[in-house]
């Protein structure tokens, strides 16, 4: 099949939407598919047909709605057989949701008067148009990386069930595996917690969203030689303050953002990411590939997919159930088994049988298009 896959940056490691974007294409094209990109921003080291889309980068409004029109423009040739969106346009045949709906998204990390200003800004305001015409239409399949998605989508936004294609992304397994990865990791252990009796990490950007206030208040409860390491991009400012208010300043370690994530995992005990909302977090995934074990909140669509040894809580704002869930974890047993469990799970979401769902679901497109013409 000649497939399009339209996102606004296709460029590995600057996001969650771009690595899978990245993984899916190649994928595509290992497994025989003609695939062409067409994006704004393109990696010199992609391996996949490519086409730059341009758009300005000045002001997000202008350059998701510029980046639309341009797409759809180019598009409207059809000389392709499925096209594939990653971003914010109108035109495909399939829309990955990854984000979720914008509005929820909005409701759960902003309340009050944060959220009704978020409303009327037009940042976000280009987003809820273009997704209404998304999800109102008719026309559009609608992938999503999780029910929890999926059940906003229908229960807010009208989508027929019959419309939502549920996939979980995928994780290259053995690029996670510790075994792989043993020195290193003792040399950031050497280097950052070399008397800490467990080391808790935090992996994500945007420490608010991620609940870093809950894994700072649990840390503090916790077992005083523990420590927090953050890895991520945000301002550490304001939350080496509240570390210093809570007495834990000298147990957390802002590492900032990582290129050797891997490594990172290996060195780490386990991951704590009490998040307000993932639609799918993908460093969840990639923390069971490491065979860590990990604790979140059933607000990250990704622990529908890791099984009953992945820890999720109910409450994202709930330090006191977080620090006894880290308590059942300074057990090195117990750490284990988790984290063996969740790599077998972790496992089975390769991007190889993601791509394959893929191809199904584009078939399945065609086939619709040529019984409707017929």
Known sequence: MRIAIVIERFVPGVGGVENVAWQ???ELARQGEDVTVLAREIDPTAAVATEAIPAPRAWQPIRIETFSRRAARRLARRD???VHGFSHTRTQDLFRAGGGSHRDWLRRTHAGFGYRARLLSPRYRVRFAIERD????SRQRIQCSSRLVADVLERDHGVSPDRIFLLPNGVDAE?????????EARGLR?????HASQVWLLPGSGWHRKGLDTALRALARGDAGACLWVAGRDDPTRWIERARDLGIADRVDFLGARDDLPAVYAAADAVVLPTRYDPFANVTIEAAAAARPVVTTRANGASEWLGDDLIAL????DDVALAAALAALTQLDERRRRGESLAARARTLDWSSHAKALRGEYEAIVARRAEARS
Do not use: I, M, S, Y
């Open 314 to 317: 109910d409450d994202a704002n």
């Open 80 to 82: 392709f057989d499925v």
């Open 24 to 26: 899916v294409a190649h």
């Open 134 to 137: 998304v999800f109102e239409g």
């Open 175 to 183: 690029r996670f595996d510790p075994g792989l990865l043993a020195d």
């Open 190 to 194: 050497r280097a950052h917690a070399p």
